[in-house]
């Protein structure tokens, strides 16, 4: 059963590697990524130009422009932002660390999966908003509760991509290493940690974005700071500009997570880039 | 280091619970840098001699030894080889050679100092810092050669280690085996499907019937050494060839 959803998690996220690892786009591709924002950018301001919608639906890139200014000279952007970072990075860390060391011991130990899966299960299948009161209850308002709420969001694709990654290390190369009389702690850090690294950092890729969303449920529920936080509060003083500087302050975090991933990924699977030179 | 087998045997258990047996009973002896050859037909255990004599596998009963001393874990006076190159995708040549050194603790400037000595006995000049997925399938065998060759094993197991290769690649690399072997001093055991391979590498071709693996056959092959692949197309090779598949015809 955790097999299926695992690999049904997997096949989800695996599209994402090969487009990092691609060659260099040309140059029209290049330019091609910068057109699509701009054109969404001019189709927004010519929607607010129409005046089809009063502001507090639909506010112009110019009265967002200037609520992100004054917001980042008051100092209130630095603030919440800096909130929703710590929650984010920790329940990323939490729930990364957790995911993988379970996973490792999973692979190893089958009756562990059996034992385990139907906590695991449960959790994941059941929606996060629902439970999220539950761990404000038990962990507090503070910043801990939330790191909590992302740390299981991001908990089970990191447990799914271990397990994954880890059972996949072909039995010849535990072979060659059984004959080389390698220590567990080798096999470890020799085999399994770098032959399981392209899942691991597939896995990582996607927790580091449900990192974001787990900590902004969170703060949905309870909170006094943070970007989420900021969101209800704009929403309920029909303050949309405000929405809109917090939803894209968030959408930064979430694409700087990913593209620090990204980075790593490229560094560290640097010999799948590496082709046939003789035949 | 001599390698002696008595009265071994393979047994696997079916899923149904039903016993396969694959290997055996067989006995021999190996003498101390000796060459030996095993053919015989697929799924007759040789496999699972290769596994039980690396440390790999238990025997079902019986005993294999290194020097009388009972096989009962992977030692390092012994290498294996495996049928496809098995090497780190993301290890270079120069470390995946030096993969046993590495697990043995052996300082890094060392081990690399020892696998680069090795290169161009292997012809692998310029590629010591490639990947295995640049290389072709003939050189990745080479560099799967190069790290039994680094733990200068007493005893080195070849479990059909061309197999994979064409034709030509194959030949090569076997006489460069056989000149890295005779360099080494070690005792050789290698399981082949190519019977002039066999002959042309070996001190005694053994011949496996079908399964459950027996030895039916043991042919000494008198040729002198150093061989060369000149000798392929003597007269006494001809008939050692002869000898070998009649053998395996009977199997």
């Known amino acids: 059963m955790l097999a299926n959803v695992l690999s049904y998690t997997l096949n989800k996220f695996i599209s994402n590697e090969k487009y990092v690892l691609k060659p260099r786009r040309s140059v029209v591709r290049r330019y091609a990524l910068i057109a699509t924002p701009l054109t969404v950018l001019a ?10 919608f009063p502001v507090f639906i639909i506010p112009s890139p110019q009265a967002v422009g200037i609520k992100l200014i004054a917001v980042i000279q008051d100092g209130r952007l630095w603030l919440h932002m800096g909130v929703t970072l710590q929650e984010v990075l920790g329940g990323l860390f939490l729930g990364v660390s957790v995911g993988m060391i379970l996973g490792y011991l999973i692979a190893h130990i089958p009756v562990l999966e059996d034992l385990l899966s139907p906590i695991i299960v449960a959790f994941q299948a059941t929606p996060i908003l629902a439970y999220a009161p539950l761990l404000v209850i038990w962990f507090g308002t503070g910043i801990t509760g939330k790191m909590i709420t992302g740390a299981l969001v991001v908990f089970f694709p990191m447990l799914m991509n271990t397990i994954v990654g880890i059972r ?75 929405v809109f500087v917090a939803v894209i302050s968030l959408t930064v975090i979430a694409l700087s997570l990913y593209g620090a991933v990204s980075l790593l990924e490229r560094r560290l699977l640097a010999w799948q880039r590496r082709h046939r030179l003789v035949d | 280091m001599r390698v002696s087998v008595r009265d071994l045997q393979v047994t696997y258990r079916a899923p149904g619970g039903l016993a396969l047996p694959a290997l055996g009973p067989i006995s021999f002896e190996v003498e101390p840098e000796q060459f030996v050859a095993i053919v015989g037909p697929s799924g007759c255990g040789k496999s699972s001699l290769i596994r039980v004599l690396a440390g790999l596998q238990k025997p079902s009963s019986g005993s294999a030894y290194l020097n009388h001393q009972p096989i009962q874990e992977p030692s390092s006076a012994v290498g294996l080889m495996f049928q496809d190159s098995n090497l780190m995708p993301w290890r270079t040549v120069i470390d995946n050679i030096a993969l046993p050194l590495e697990l043995a603790g052996v300082s890094k400037m060392e081990r690399r100092a020892q696998a680069a000595d090795l290169i161009p006995q292997l012809g692998l000049e310029g590629f ?17 050669l190069g790290r039994v060759l680094i733990q200068r094993p007493e ?21 460069d085996l056989l000149q890295l072997w005779q360099q080494s001093g ?23 019937s079908q399964r459950p693996g027996k030895l039916i056959a043991d042919v000494h092959i008198t040729l002198p050494r150093p061989r060369h692949s000149d000798d392929m197309f003597n007269e006494a090779f001809g008939d050692f060839v002869r000898q070998v598949r009649a053998a395996i015809d009977r199997a």
Request: negative net charge.
């Open chain 1, 168 to 242: 996949s290390v072909p039995e010849n190369l535990r072979d060659l290493m059984r004959v080389s009389r390698a220590s567990r702690w080798q096999l470890f850090a020799k085999l399994e940690l770098p032959a399981a690294m392209p899942v691991l950092l597939t896995g990582l890729k996607t927790s580091a974005t449900l990192a974001v969303i787990g900590a902004v449920v969170g703060e949905f529920v309870t909170a006094n700071a943070g970007l989420g936080y900021w969101v209800k509060v704009a929403r309920d003083s029909y303050d949309t500009p405000l």
């Open chain 1, 43 to 52: 189709v927004w301001h010519f929607i607010t130009l129409l005046e089809l």
């Open chain 2, 186 to 208: 070690a005792t050789a055991i290698m399981v082949t499907h190519d019977i002039r391979e066999a002959v042309l590498l070996a001190d005694r071709v053994f011949v496996f």
């Open chain 2, 128 to 144: 010591e810092e490639a990947y295995p997925g640049e290389l072709s399938g003939g050189m990745a065998q080479r560099v799967a």
């Open chain 2, 155 to 175: 005893v080195l197991l070849l479990d059909e280690p061309f197999g994979a290769l064409d034709a030509l690649t194959r030949e090569q690399i076997s006489l």
